[in-house]
């Protein structure tokens, strides 16, 4: 053993340089809506 780790194998689960185009921002940052049940958020991490 010369002390050396075998480097891991890591899956890339985020391509930041791709060339598509991003979703727009309708909520502008704003979390703090003026009445309830305003906006919604959802997200999609994951897709097989």
């Known amino acids: ?3 050396k780790q ?5 899956i890339a689960t985020t391509d930041s340089n791709h ?3 991003v ?3 309708l909520v502008r940052r704003n979390f703090k809506p003026n009445q309830k049940n305003r906006i919604w958020v959802s997200d999609i991490t994951f897709l097989t």
């Open 19 to 21: 060339g598509n185009r």
């Open 23 to 25: 979703a727009p921002d």
């Open 1 to 3: 053993n010369s002390g």
């Open 6 to 10: 075998e480097k891991r194998f890591r």
